[in-house]
């Protein structure tokens, strides 16, 4: 046996039997032969890994535009707690850490420039709207080519909850596995937790504040941010055993914890004056470098360094913005828009 065999061979034996083996995947969109090392979920994540669209999450906002401070989250290290939280439940339920790992790292991928400020305005002013789930699936199938599994995929695509339920019943809304599912769940425990960690360190809010807005959420969940998602994760990992693997479970009273938490962010966090005074900036940048692409296609094809081709320039625009880090959308406008001082010898 070549060792992707074997190593299929140790996922048979040892997961539950409801995880996602590699062996049995649904395929991808264009057949290729296998590697003879990896199975095929190890094999999406280190494309995803490998990716420009990965190394570009590392100066793309989570919460804050480009902060100076070295430890707020960025696009990137959300992405990597997401995968570290999804990984522990994965493993303690015997379910496929490989894809699940995957789906975490190319979750985001299709994410804007300066957060949802930057995916609100895309939303408002490219036709048919935009959302980074189907971004970040198009990032993956159109742009970088990864030829990623159905599994992939699909979690990538159905882990945005913007509003919804965490963990809806409706079977169309989530993901078609487990290790998915986990995903999606471990996207909300991460930034819910990290985002309310960055506020206070920023001076946004103050303990006071969230114990008198979310008091109870802390005697539910925890004080900390690391006693949170440990409540958080054992909860998850016991109720869905409870449930014998149907489907990724958890308690009511943590579910409602954690909406709770949701809506605190919403109403004390990132609607906040000094927040957004800077998105909307951030929005007017976009919006201006949208526009003004279109309307000078020959600028846009050089500067993407794209060939003019079939495919409509609005999309392509679109896919443009999109990739952008907030630095590349700053200096971009910056060149275009505001003058330069002149170099007189």
């Known amino acids: 046996m070549i060792i992707r065999e074997q190593l299929e061979e140790i996922e048979r034996r040892t997961l539950a039997p409801q995880a996602a083996l590699s062996c049995e995947s649904r395929g991808r969109l264009a057949a290729e032969d296998e590697c003879d090392l990896r199975p095929a979920f190890q094999h999406d994540r280190d494309r995803i890994i490998h990716s420009k669209a990965f190394r570009r999450l590392k100066h793309k906002t989570q919460v804050f535009l480009t902060p100076?401070?070295?430890?707020?989250?960025?696009?990137?290290?959300?992405?990597?707690?997401?995968?570290?939280?999804?990984?522990?439940?994965?493993?303690?339920?015997?379910?496929n850490e490989d894809l699940t790992e995957a789906i975490s790292l190319g979750h985001d991928l299709g994410h804007t420039p300066f957060g949802h400020a930057g995916e609100a305005v895309l939303d408002k002013i490219v036709p048919g709207g935009f959302r980074h789930p189907e971004q970040s699936l198009r990032?993956?199938?159109?742009?970088?080519?990864?030829n990623l599994t159905y599994e992939v995929r699909d979690g990538i695509a159905k882990h945005s909850k913007r509003e919804g339920e965490i963990l809806p019943d409706d079977p169309d809304i989530l993901p078609c596995t487990l290790e998915g599912q986990i995903v999606r769940i471990a996207d909300t425990i991460a930034y819910i937790n990290h985002d309310l960690d960055?506020?206070?360190?920023?001076?946004?809010?103050?303990?006071?504040?969230?114990?008198?807005?979310?008091?109870?959420?802390?005697?539910?969940?925890?004080?900390?941010?690391?006693?949170?998602?440990?409540?958080?994760?054992?909860?998850?990992?016991?109720?869905?055993?409870?449930?014998?693997?149907?489907?990724?479970?958890?308690?009511?009273?943590?579910?409602?914890?954690?909406?709770?938490?949701?809506?605190?962010?919403?109403?004390?966090?990132?609607y906040l004056p000094a927040l957004l005074e800077d998105f909307n900036k951030a929005s007017k940048i976009i919006q201006e470098l949208y526009h003004y692409f279109l309307e000078h296609p020959d600028y846009f094809y050089q500067e993407a360094g794209k060939s003019q081709g079939a495919e409509d320039i609005q999309a392509q625009v679109c896919d443009f913005i999109a990739g952008m880090t907030d630095r590349y959308a700053f200096s971009t406008y910056e060149k275009i828009f505001l003058p330069q001082p002149w170099l007189i010898l």
């Not at 989250?73 to 992405?79: E, G």
């Not at 990032?139 to 990864?146: A, G, N, P, T």
């Not at 103050?206 to 114990?211: I, R, S």
């Not at 802390?218 to 006693?227: A, D, I, P, R, T």
């Open 139 to 146: 990032v993956v199938d159109e742009i970088e080519k990864l």
């Open 68 to 95: 100076s401070g070295d430890h707020y989250r960025t696009r990137l290290t959300h992405t990597l707690e997401v995968s570290q939280i999804a990984r522990t439940i994965a493993k303690s339920l015997r379910l």
């Open 198 to 270: 960055d506020a206070l360190r920023a001076g946004l809010i103050a303990q006071e504040d969230v114990m008198d807005g979310a008091g109870d959420v802390m005697s539910v969940l925890g004080m900390s941010s690391s006693q949170r998602i440990d409540t958080m994760v054992r909860d998850i990992i016991t109720t869905t055993l409870e449930h014998n693997l149907e489907k990724i479970a958890a308690s009511s009273k943590v579910i409602a914890a954690a909406r709770n938490l949701r809506r605190f962010l919403n109403d004390r966090v990132y």
